[in-house]
Protein backbone atom coordinates (compact mmCIF):
# COMPACT_ATOMS: atom_id res chain seq x y z
CA UNK A 1 0.00 0.00 0.00
CA UNK A 2 1.31 3.35 -0.87
CA UNK A 3 1.63 6.34 2.08
CA UNK A 4 -2.15 7.88 0.90
CA UNK A 5 -3.80 4.51 0.28
CA UNK A 6 -2.76 3.52 4.07
CA UNK A 7 -3.60 6.53 5.39
CA UNK A 8 -7.44 5.96 3.93
CA UNK A 9 -7.11 2.50 5.28
CA UNK A 10 -6.46 3.97 9.02
CA UNK A 11 -9.25 6.85 8.56
CA UNK A 12 -12.18 4.05 7.62
CA UNK A 13 -11.85 3.50 11.29
CA UNK A 14 -10.42 6.09 12.83
CA UNK A 15 -12.98 8.81 10.95
CA UNK A 16 -11.49 12.02 11.66
CA UNK A 17 -9.42 13.70 8.44
CA UNK A 18 -8.02 16.43 10.49
CA UNK A 19 -5.25 14.37 11.84
CA UNK A 20 -2.91 13.73 8.93
CA UNK A 21 0.68 14.57 10.26
CA UNK A 22 0.07 12.83 13.54
CA UNK A 23 -1.34 9.90 11.35
CA UNK A 24 2.04 9.41 9.43
CA UNK A 25 4.32 10.34 12.31
CA UNK A 26 2.58 7.62 13.91
CA UNK A 27 2.68 5.34 11.36
CA UNK A 28 6.43 5.77 11.27
CA UNK A 29 6.78 5.32 14.82
CA UNK A 30 4.68 2.05 15.00
CA UNK A 31 6.77 0.43 12.24
CA UNK A 32 9.71 1.27 14.07
CA UNK A 33 8.29 -0.72 17.16
CA UNK A 34 7.44 -3.58 15.08
CA UNK A 35 10.67 -4.04 13.56
CA UNK A 36 11.87 -4.07 17.25
CA UNK A 37 9.44 -6.11 18.98
CA UNK A 38 10.40 -8.94 16.97
CA UNK A 39 12.82 -10.55 13.73
CA UNK A 40 10.27 -9.90 10.95
CA UNK A 41 12.17 -11.92 7.96
CA UNK A 42 11.30 -9.22 6.13
CA UNK A 43 14.14 -7.66 7.54
CA UNK A 44 16.74 -10.23 7.84
CA UNK A 45 20.05 -10.26 6.16
CA UNK A 46 23.49 -12.10 6.70
CA UNK A 47 26.64 -10.76 5.77
CA UNK A 48 30.13 -12.22 4.71
CA UNK A 49 32.81 -9.97 6.32
CA UNK A 50 36.40 -10.74 5.46
CA UNK A 51 37.69 -9.39 8.91
CA UNK A 52 40.99 -8.20 10.01
CA UNK A 53 43.40 -6.02 8.12
CA UNK A 54 46.10 -6.09 10.48
CA UNK A 55 47.53 -8.66 12.68
CA UNK A 56 47.37 -6.61 16.11
CA UNK A 57 43.56 -5.37 15.13
CA UNK A 58 40.02 -7.35 16.83
CA UNK A 59 37.25 -5.07 15.73
CA UNK A 60 34.90 -4.96 12.80
CA UNK A 61 32.46 -2.79 11.89
CA UNK A 62 28.72 -3.82 11.65
CA UNK A 63 27.36 -2.83 8.43
CA UNK A 64 25.35 0.58 8.08
CA UNK A 65 22.34 -1.06 8.31
CA UNK A 66 22.83 -3.35 11.19
CA UNK A 67 19.62 -3.44 13.78
CA UNK A 68 20.49 -6.81 15.93
CA UNK A 69 22.32 -10.15 15.65
CA UNK A 70 20.66 -13.28 14.95
CA UNK A 71 22.31 -16.26 16.61
CA UNK A 72 26.03 -16.33 16.58
CA UNK A 73 28.90 -16.04 14.15
CA UNK A 74 30.30 -18.43 11.69
CA UNK A 75 34.25 -18.61 10.63
CA UNK A 76 35.78 -20.07 7.70
CA UNK A 77 39.57 -19.32 7.18
CA UNK A 78 40.85 -19.01 3.19
CA UNK A 79 40.98 -22.83 2.80
CA UNK A 80 36.66 -22.90 3.99
CA UNK A 81 37.98 -24.75 6.80
CA UNK A 82 35.38 -24.76 9.45
CA UNK A 83 35.43 -23.78 13.12
CA UNK A 84 32.94 -23.89 16.45
CA UNK A 85 30.88 -20.85 16.00
CA UNK A 86 31.71 -17.99 17.75
CA UNK A 87 30.21 -17.82 21.49
CA UNK A 88 28.21 -13.83 22.17
CA UNK A 89 29.52 -12.82 25.29
CA UNK A 90 29.15 -9.00 26.87
CA UNK A 91 31.47 -6.63 26.97
CA UNK A 92 32.08 -6.76 30.75
CA UNK A 93 32.76 -10.48 30.31
CA UNK A 94 34.88 -9.74 27.06
CA UNK A 95 37.11 -7.16 28.96
CA UNK A 96 37.95 -10.02 31.79
CA UNK A 97 39.30 -12.77 28.95
CA UNK A 98 41.03 -10.55 26.83
CA UNK A 99 43.02 -7.83 28.59
CA UNK A 100 45.74 -8.41 26.86
CA UNK A 101 44.04 -7.03 23.20
CA UNK A 102 45.34 -3.56 24.73
CA UNK A 103 49.36 -4.20 24.73
CA UNK A 104 51.01 -1.48 22.78
CA UNK A 105 52.95 -4.43 21.48
CA UNK A 106 50.75 -7.07 18.76
CA UNK A 107 53.75 -9.61 19.28
CA UNK A 108 52.83 -9.60 23.14
CA UNK A 109 48.96 -10.61 22.67
CA UNK A 110 47.46 -13.74 22.74
CA UNK A 111 46.33 -14.67 19.02
CA UNK A 112 44.59 -17.25 18.30
CA UNK A 113 41.55 -18.36 16.49
CA UNK A 114 38.50 -16.54 17.86
CA UNK A 115 36.01 -18.12 20.05
CA UNK A 116 34.17 -15.18 21.32
CA UNK A 117 32.45 -11.56 20.43
CA UNK A 118 30.69 -9.17 21.81
CA UNK A 119 28.62 -6.16 20.02
CA UNK A 120 30.19 -2.67 21.17
CA UNK A 121 30.19 0.84 20.10
CA UNK A 122 28.83 -0.48 16.15
CA UNK A 123 31.40 -2.42 16.28
CA UNK A 124 32.49 -6.69 16.57
CA UNK A 125 34.99 -7.36 19.33
CA UNK A 126 37.07 -10.40 18.54
CA UNK A 127 38.41 -12.72 20.71
CA UNK A 128 41.11 -14.20 21.04
CA UNK A 129 42.42 -11.51 18.41
CA UNK A 130 42.77 -13.46 15.44
CA UNK A 131 45.78 -14.73 14.83
CA UNK A 132 45.77 -14.84 10.98
CA UNK A 133 44.08 -11.66 8.45
CA UNK A 134 42.27 -14.91 6.18
CA UNK A 135 39.52 -15.61 8.47
CA UNK A 136 36.11 -14.71 7.14
CA UNK A 137 32.94 -14.25 9.34
CA UNK A 138 29.18 -14.87 8.67
CA UNK A 139 26.74 -12.88 10.58
CA UNK A 140 22.60 -12.56 10.93
CA UNK A 141 21.27 -9.36 11.41
CA UNK A 142 18.24 -7.65 11.11
CA UNK A 143 18.51 -4.43 9.83
CA UNK A 144 16.83 -1.00 10.99
CA UNK A 145 17.16 1.53 7.97
CA UNK A 146 13.68 3.98 8.90
CA UNK A 147 12.21 6.50 6.10
CA UNK A 148 9.45 8.34 7.60
CA UNK A 149 6.11 7.45 6.14
CA UNK A 150 4.67 10.29 3.96
CA UNK A 151 1.50 10.79 1.25
CA UNK A 152 3.74 9.72 -1.24
CA UNK A 153 5.71 6.54 0.23
CA UNK A 154 5.40 3.76 -2.59
CA UNK A 155 5.30 1.13 -0.31
CA UNK A 156 4.56 1.35 3.35
CA UNK A 157 6.42 -2.01 5.36
CA UNK A 158 3.97 -4.39 6.55
CA UNK A 159 1.12 -3.73 4.60
CA UNK A 160 1.32 -6.63 1.61
CA UNK A 161 0.48 -9.17 4.59
CA UNK A 162 -0.51 -7.29 7.57
CA UNK A 163 -1.77 -3.60 7.21
CA UNK A 164 -4.63 -4.35 10.24
CA UNK A 165 -1.82 -5.16 12.79
CA UNK A 166 -0.19 -1.82 11.73
CA UNK A 167 -3.27 0.22 11.57
CA UNK A 168 -4.24 -1.04 15.27
CA UNK A 169 -0.77 0.67 16.56
CA UNK A 170 -1.46 3.59 14.55
CA UNK A 171 -4.66 4.13 16.47
CA UNK A 172 -3.77 3.14 19.56
CA UNK A 173 -0.98 6.22 19.10
CA UNK A 174 -3.84 8.37 17.72
CA UNK A 175 -6.00 8.38 20.41
CA UNK A 176 -3.11 8.06 22.78
CA UNK A 177 -2.53 11.79 21.38
CA UNK A 178 -5.75 13.09 21.56
CA UNK A 179 -5.72 11.71 25.74
CA UNK A 180 -8.92 9.26 24.59
CA UNK A 181 -7.08 6.60 26.93
CA UNK A 182 -10.15 3.94 26.66
CA UNK A 183 -10.32 4.03 22.88
CA UNK A 184 -6.43 3.76 22.67
CA UNK A 185 -6.04 1.00 25.59
CA UNK A 186 -9.10 -1.01 22.83
CA UNK A 187 -6.07 -0.81 19.93
CA UNK A 188 -3.17 -1.44 21.46
CA UNK A 189 -4.57 -4.66 22.68
CA UNK A 190 -5.23 -5.66 19.07
CA UNK A 191 -1.85 -4.13 17.91
CA UNK A 192 -0.28 -6.62 20.87
CA UNK A 193 -2.30 -9.71 20.22
CA UNK A 194 -1.35 -9.18 16.17
CA UNK A 195 2.16 -8.37 17.29
CA UNK A 196 2.20 -12.26 18.97
CA UNK A 197 0.86 -14.09 16.20
CA UNK A 198 3.56 -12.67 13.71
CA UNK A 199 5.95 -13.62 15.68
CA UNK A 200 4.87 -17.10 16.45
CA UNK A 201 4.14 -17.37 12.86
CA UNK A 202 8.12 -16.06 12.19
CA UNK A 203 9.35 -18.45 15.07
CA UNK A 204 7.81 -21.74 13.10
CA UNK A 205 8.68 -20.66 9.88
CA UNK A 206 12.31 -20.66 11.13
CA UNK A 207 12.55 -22.89 13.53
CA UNK A 208 13.99 -26.75 12.96
CA UNK A 209 11.82 -29.79 13.72
CA UNK A 210 14.07 -31.27 16.41
CA UNK A 211 11.38 -30.35 18.50
CA UNK A 212 8.41 -31.81 16.92
CA UNK A 213 7.43 -35.28 18.28
CA UNK A 214 5.41 -37.28 17.06
CA UNK A 215 3.03 -40.24 18.64
CA UNK A 216 1.89 -43.13 17.24
CA UNK A 217 -1.79 -44.74 17.52
Not at 107 to 133: E, R, T
Request: glycine letters at 6%; one cysteine or more.
Amino acid sequence: MTGQEFRDYVVRKFKRTDKDTELYEATTDVIADMRIQFNAEDYKEEAYITGISTLGDYKIALPSDFGRIIGNISIVDSDNTEYPSLEKISKERYDELYTDRLFDDESDMNKDVPKHFCIYAKQIFLGPVPDAVTYKYQINYTTEAYTAIVVGTTSVPFTDKNRNVLRSGVLAELYDGMEEFEESQYWRGQYLQGLDKLANNDNMNISDNDSVMYSGF
